[in-house]
């Protein structure tokens, strides 16, 4: 599907949705069967289903989506982020936690049967902008805020640690093993490592205002973000300024996601615009884009656990893309 010339990609797979997505998460934890765990947001619900594609079960013809449960949810979901105590072997058991114009986290466990909890977290002062389980065990859930502070959160709802940021919190990344390292991002442009034993920042990166940033967590040396209608790569080994800034989209950069699957490969997507918004996936290893796509009035941005396949949310669809690598 993918050629040497950037062009013009409709999505691979479409899914249709009731309402508007507002925000859409690949677990990217083994749900413990061949599917994965997909949550998408709208105004006042969260789905949680489950995602089969042809790569991976030549009987599945494109995407297989199963609707698992629909959460009722008072406001319109900002951000979403997955437990990796989700599973569906053994015990089915479904954890995921939101963030809502309320300023509040809500932490939703079900046992996709008669169990159902939402847990409400209050203590963050203006919007929730990301927000991430600790990947290990999902025991705590560290979020970020216009506010300027990180918090992290036990599952009861009570602050284990704060840290003050010296503007908007917009991106916060745990390492998937030395659980003790947490990455925050603010949109001023400077991106922390925290030691969560020591509470202490114990390395910076540095640019130009960002609106998103993402860890590389298949290579931790690498960080992304995007500035500007730029994308930047950090190689924390070498430089605290990034080593590489290409123009990515005509207006602003929203988001920056790095596959799962590719160390090399990463999408973007630019500002909503009034009708399309545009995504766009880059290899780093090829000097033009690998895909461009388009969605109507698209939101949120999510890689498959294994397969180079992202999602983005739009106008009561899921729109997919599979890349060649």
């Known amino acids: ?94 954890r995921l936690c939101t963030a809502a114009a309320d300023r509040k986290l809500r932490l939703l466990t079900s046992d996709l049967q008669d169990r159902h909890e939402v847990k409400v977290m209050e203590g963050h002062t203006s919007y929730i902008n990301h927000l991430v389980f600790e990947p290990m065990e999902g025991k705590q859930i560290a979020s970020v805020s216009d506010d300027h502070t990180c918090r992290v959160w036990d599952l009861d709802g009570n602050e284990s640690a704060t840290f003050r940021l010296q503007s908007p919190g917009i991106s916060v990344c745990w390492h998937p093993k030395e659980v003790f390292k947490l ?7 400077t991106i922390r490592f925290y030691d969560m ?19 590389c967590l298949t290579n931790t040396i690498k960080v992304g973000g995007v500035s500007g209608s730029d994308w930047l790569i950090w190689d924390i080994t070498r430089s605290s300024y990034p080593q590489e800034k290409r123009p990515a989209h ?15 490969l990463f999408a973007t997507t630019g500002c909503p615009g009034k009708i399309n918004t545009q ?6 290893g090829h000097p ?30 899921l729109c997919f893309w599979m890349t060649e690598m």
Not at 279 to 284: D, N
Request: proline share 5%; glycine share 6%; net charge negative.
């Open 197 to 215: 034993v020591t509470q202490q920042a114990i390395l910076s990166l540095e640019s130009e205002p960002l609106m998103s940033a993402d860890w």
């Open 250 to 264: 005509i207006d602003k950069a929203r988001l920056f996601r790095w596959s799962r699957a590719n160390e090399n």
């Open 288 to 317: 033009q884009p690998v895909a461009i796509g388009s969605v109507t009035v698209g939101s949120g941005l999510s890689w498959h656990r294994t397969l180079p396949l992202c999602v983005v949310g739009g106008d009561r669809k």
């Open 279 to 284: 995504l766009i996936i880059h290899h780093l």
């Open 1 to 94: 599907m993918a050629s040497v010339a950037a062009d013009f990609h409709s999505p691979s797979y479409t899914v249709p949705c009731d309402d508007f997505v507002h925000v859409v998460e690949f677990s990217p934890f083994s749900s413990g069967t061949p599917a994965s765990l997909l949550a998408y947001g709208g105004n006042q619900y969260v789905v949680v289903g489950t995602c089969l594609f042809q790569e991976e079960d030549v009987e599945v013809e494109g995407v297989e989506f199963n609707v698992l449960r629909a959460f009722h949810h008072e406001l319109r979901v900002d951000a979403l982020a997955w437990s990796p105590e989700s599973r569906l072997d053994r015990i089915p058991t479904i």
């Open 183 to 189: 990455m925050v991002a603010e949109k001023k442009g």
